[in-house]
Each structure stands twice: as C-alpha cells, then as structure tokens.
C-alpha cells in the first residue's frame, strides 16, 4: 500500500534517543554496562518518591485528575505561580507538539538556533512547519539572539522561537540580561513567541543565570516549559510542565487530552518537588561529577565546553561512530552527536563517581585504539 504523505512527513527522522541498556547488553553480550547518554538523574528515585508511588498504587484502576488539582496546588504554591498559567503534559514533548500545532498554521516557520535540541526540528516537521536555523557563537556555543530578532522581524511566517536555557547538548547557556531583553524585544513583534525550555536550570552555577519561569506574568509573549525528567528524576514517569499566558493555558488544556498525565506522575511529582534533600544531592552529584570530567578531558587534552547542564560536551577528535563502537564493546554508552551535525563530539552525562570513573577509562583506552581523525 502507498500511503499519500506530505513532504515532512515522508522525510520525517525520528528522533534518537539514547541507546537503551538492555539492547546494548543484548548486542554486545555484556553484563556490566554504564549509560552517560541521556542525562538521567544518576541517584535514581528518590525514597520518599518511591514511598509515595508504592502506596499509589492502589489507586490505579482510577482515572487520573484530569485538571491536575493537586499538581497544580503544589507547583503553584512552591515557585510562587498562579493556577491559570500552568498546565502539564506527559513530558515537555508532549508541550513541544501542542505548541507547534496550535500556534502555528502549517507552511509557517519556527526559529531553532543551531546546535540544539533535535526534538524540537523533529516536532517542527511532523506538524509540517519549516525551521528557520540562527546562528550560534561557534567558540562558546552560545545562541545568537540578534540574529533570531532580524530573522523574525523579516520574516511574518515565522511564529516562534525555542530557546534551551541552558542548552542540550551543549551545556552553554543564556545570561538573565541577554535573554530578558531579547524577550522584550520579540514583545514588539506580532504572533511572535518565545519558548524558553528549562530542562536543566536546577543545574546552573554560573551567577548571571536567572529563570524565566516568572516572566510570562508581565511578558506573555514568553511560555517556559520544564520537564521533571532530569532534576527530578522521574524520566520514565513523563512529566512536562508549562507556564505562560492564560489565554495560551487555556488553548493548552483544550488540545491536550484529559488523561495525558498519569496517576504515578502526578503523585510522585508532588513528592519530588518537596524533597529538598534529594535535589540538593542531585545538584552535588552533578557538580562534583563535572568538575571531574573537566580535570580528566584536560588530562586527556580533549576540548570540552563548560556545562551549566548535567553533562558535557567534548570533541574526541575521533571519528565519532568508531569511537562510539569502541566505547560500546566496552559497555559505555555515551551519546555521539551525529545527527547534530558534529561528527567527532559526544556528550556525556554525570554519573555517579564510579560510574564517572568508568567511563573516563573507557574513554582514555578507547582514544588509545581508535586513531585521530
Ligand atoms: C531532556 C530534555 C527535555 C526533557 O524532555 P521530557 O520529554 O520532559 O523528558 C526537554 N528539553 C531538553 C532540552 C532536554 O534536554
């Protein structure tokens, strides 16, 4: 049968995710195997997430809240929100793909500055919208915001812009100054709207680095997604959050469907989000783990970018996919940046201290074996 396709979506790729360890254990036929491919939380979940799921259980044969009341209570209550510009989704790619749809008419473009998230051109696609690449710093990596205002202003198709802040797989990011008064400035443009994605901001030490999760309050043209996949650590659950007008809140909640979180996630989020205890941990392990990495790659003589997320970013000077072969039969999953367009960098996400250990000497033998390229 030949199915009538659009062009996107005959050219559609889908997007990699990292390679899972089972299949890696099955290939390879190891036992041992250490994943740094997709920025999980390496301290697992939390105890008191765990209690709370466990005893959530019962309640499964329920339909989940559709109106996320609870949820909603929690978050507001504890980053000081209000109830009307917050919704969920089961894991911010799921808000990726409603954005698209309802803000977008199809043959119109979205901004994606280059050497960014892969998700986000992917979505773009699928709902038949053209992306429209900025440019980027290519020493620092960091998004050149100028370039998305000349573009949009130019351009009355393109409808938004996404922003990672900080940014996958770089681990560069956007200074508060820099990106508040880019947002004030695309505030001028009509139907122009910028996503800030936070996936990563518990992370963040550099000190002129602020969320955004405030500013669609006074600049509604900002929406601001977070996931509870990294901070957190309820990857597996799926879990998205989104912030911004009420009038795109209220569009949100019309196209998503009713049941699009589960029961689990709800739950366990309320739990997540009160365990200080466990985010504080999860920012030391991740801060401890980098600066390791950073010691080692120079040890190495690898180039690397400083990370503000929970991973980092280097060029292994070789040829990405033999390396990567080389670092599997190893039992290393790190994640090799093809598909980005890089073809000798990887990144590589912050385990636990033996886990870190494990992969820079995979990685050093790996070097050794594998020729420059
Ligand atoms: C990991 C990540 C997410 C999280 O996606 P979920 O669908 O919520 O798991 C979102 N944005 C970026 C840039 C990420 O790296």
Redesign the pocket.
């Known amino acids: 049968m030949k199915l009538r396709l659009h062009e996107s979506i005959k050219n559609l790729v889908p997007y990699k995710p990292g390679k899972p360890v089972s299949e890696t254990q099955r290939e390879y036929g190891l036992d041992k195997i250490v994943k740094l491919a997709?920025?999980e939380n390496p301290l697992g979940v939390s105890k008191k997430v765990k209690q709370v799921l466990m005893a959530e259980l019962e309640n499964l044969h329920r339909y989940p809240d559709p109106s996320f009341f609870e949820l909603t209570t929690a978050v507001c209550k504890k980053w000081n929100l209000k109830k009307d510009m917050l919704s969920f989704a089961n894991?911010?790619?799921?808000i990726l793909d409603h954005l698209m749809n309802f803000l977008c008419e199809p043959g119109e473009k979205v901004v994606i500055p280059k050497t960014?998230?892969i998700?986000y051109e992917v979505s773009a696609k699928t709902f038949r919208l053209e992306v429209v690449t900025s440019k980027v710093d290519e020493a620092a990596y960091k998004f050149d915001l100028n370039d998305v205002l000349v573009k949009a202003k130019a351009d009355s198709k393109i409808r938004m812009v996404y922003i990672?802040n900080p940014?996958?797989?770089t681990g560069s990011y956007q200074p508060e100054r820099d990106l508040r008064s880019f947002c004030a400035e695309a505030a001028k443009i009509a139907n122009f709207y910028v996503v800030i994605?936070e996936?990563?901001n518990e992370f963040v030490r550099a000190a002129d680095f602020a969320t955004a999760m405030h500013w669609p309050i006074e600049l509604p043209n900002v929406i601001v997604?977070k996931?509870?996949?990294?901070a957190y650590s309820l990857?597996g659950l799926?879990?998205?959050m989104i912030h911004a007008a009420p009038e795109v809140i209220e569009v949100f909640n019309r196209v998503r469907k009713p049941f699009n979180v589960n029961w689990l996630a709800q739950k366990a989020a309320i739990a997540a989000i009160d365990d200080q205890e466990f985010l504080r941990q999860s920012q030391e392990v991740t801060w401890t783990g980098l600066d390791y990495f950073y010691k080692k790659l120079s040890e190495l003589k690898l180039r690397y970018i400083r990370s503000e997320?929970n991973f980092v970013f280097f060029d292994s000077e070789r040829d990405a996919q033999q390396l990567n072969v080389n670092l599997l039969k190893q039992g290393l999953i790190l994640r090799p940046l093809l598909n980005y367009g890089f073809p000798t960098q990887f990144r590589m996400s912050v385990g636990t201290a033996a886990e870190n250990e494990f992969a820079i000497d995979a990685l050093a033998k790996g070097l050794q074996q594998v020729e420059v390229k």
């Open positions: 997709s920025n894991g911010s790619d799921e960014s998230f998700a990672a940014n996958n797989p994605d996936a990563y997604i996931t509870f996949s990294k990857a799926r879990l998205g997320g």
